[in-house]
């Protein structure tokens, strides 16, 4: 069985798509004979060291504008890694913080390949959480630390095609691996949707629409908001679920406020993942999504195998999953086309059950199982060419070799 060293500066109990993913690999490459260790921040729920099977968990302080995140300590996090890596054949890294280049200098320091994951697009994200700055400043320096960052590792897996693209036209020369995060498809489908309404408040009349994901500005909430308007001025019985939390929270519920929509839209915080996800996702009649950032979309995906039909923006990473045979409808990003889209569909019972059947099919290409299959595949590839670069000696630093991005596919 080889070992293999996840290093992230996110994971649960904080809730996002980084933290799914290492979950959903760490499960599902058992399978395939991999054990995945992890060093990860302290949330404050445990203390300095191992506190779940794998896991290492490391102290740090609260991020400046988004309490939810940890910022590592530097130096335990350096110690963290070196120490779990030595016991490791690889070193995935997961995030671009301290845990990158903790990662990077221990793999280098111990001769392991090192593979890094490019979660998320931050060059459309880091202007929403310094608006004092210019945003082209941001973005550039977005890209110059994202090249440096994939050009320092061995390889890079990306989500989607959109983001393989993006990297590619930002100078990264390392190989790199489209290979989007499965789901546990049979893990869904099979919530209580009557429960969670009633839990809610919401009765069977009503039709619900359903976003479920970190309430952060990049996720384009307000956008759907719009929507939800326009679309109750011509289905009274109706409301907008928002599920989740973030750092856009408290300005959304001010805005809905505000403008009276109280009745329409509902906040109903973080959900535990194991029945009230299920739940909720089974109580919605059309799942809406108006990210225009994502690299890949999770949640979509969720929504498909839950036998929800989706109306969605395909922009980036979303691209790749929103298909003719999805069970999906793209809409214009327009907040009137993207409200026609969403009536007609509760409106139209009969279409509802086409797509979700349609989405319950598609869902079942992207199960976890098959992702990390081919996960595994890459990691034993890079652990035999680290293998075969020791024979040959040292003369050629592994991480300098040169490498082709058609070779990488």
Not at 107 to 114: C, E, K, M, Q, T
Not at 223 to 235: E, G, M, N, P, Q
Not at 271 to 278: G, I, S, V
Request: include cysteine.
């Amino acid at each position: 069985m080889k070992r293999v060293l996840m290093v992230s500066d996110v994971y649960f109990p904080r809730v996002n798509g980084v933290s799914t993913s290492i979950a959903t690999f760490r499960h599902a490459l058992r399978a395939c004979g991999i054990d995945v260790r992890i060093v990860v921040p302290d949330y404050g729920t445990g203390s300095d060291g191992v506190d779940e099977a794998g896991a290492v968990r490391v102290p740090g302080t609260k991020v400046p504008r988004d309490p939810e995140d940890r910022l590592m300590s530097w130096r335990r996090t350096r110690t963290a890694a070196l120490r779990e890596a030595a016991h490791c054949d690889l070193v995935h890294i997961q995030t671009p913080f301290v845990a990158h280049y903790a990662g990077v200098q221990a793999a280098r320091r111990l001769g392991r390949p090192v593979l890094l994951t490019y979660h998320t697009f931050f060059e459309e994200y880091l202007h929403h959480y310094a608006p004092f700055l210019p945003a082209g400043l941001l973005r550039g320096l977005a890209r110059r630390v994202s090249c440096s960052q994939c050009n320092a590792v061995d390889g890079v897996v990306v989500p989607s095609t959109a983001m393989r693209d993006r990297l590619a036209s930002y100078g990264v020369r390392s190989p790199l691996h489209v290979l989007p995060t499965g789901i546990p498809v049979e893990s869904f489908g099979s919530g209580d949707g009557a429960a969670f309404r009633r839990a809610h408040g919401i009765t069977t009349q009503v039709a619900v629409a359903l976003f479920i994901g970190r309430v952060a500005h990049e996720k384009n909430i307000g956008f759907l908001i719009d929507v939800a308007a326009v679309v109750a001025t011509s289905v009274p019985d109706f409301i907008l679920v928002i599920a989740g939390e973030g750092p856009a929270m408290a300005e959304l519920q001010r805005s809905v406020a505000q403008r009276g929509l109280a009745g329409v839209i509902r906040f109903v915080g973080y959900l535990e993942r194991q029945r009230e996800l299920h739940d909720c996702y089974a109580a919605a009649d059309a799942f809406v999504f108006a990210s225009r950032t994502e690299t890949q979309g999770l949640v979509l995906l969720e929504a498909m195998a839950s036998g929800l039909p989706v109306v969605a923006l395909a922009e980036m990473g979303t691209r790749d999953i929103l298909s003719p045979q999805s069970g999906a409808i793209v809409a214009a990003d327009d907040v009137t086309a993207f409200a026609a889209e969403l009536l007609g569909l509760l409106n139209a019972p009969l279409r509802r059950q086409a797509l979700a059947a349609s989405a319950r099919r598609y869902s079942r290409q992207w199960a976890d199982t098959t992702m990390a299959e081919r996960l595994a595949e890459l990691y034993h590839s890079l652990i035999r060419e680290r293998a075969e670069e020791r024979s040959r000696g040292p003369a050629i630093g592994f991480h300098r070799r040169k490498v082709r991005h058609g070779d990488a596919d």
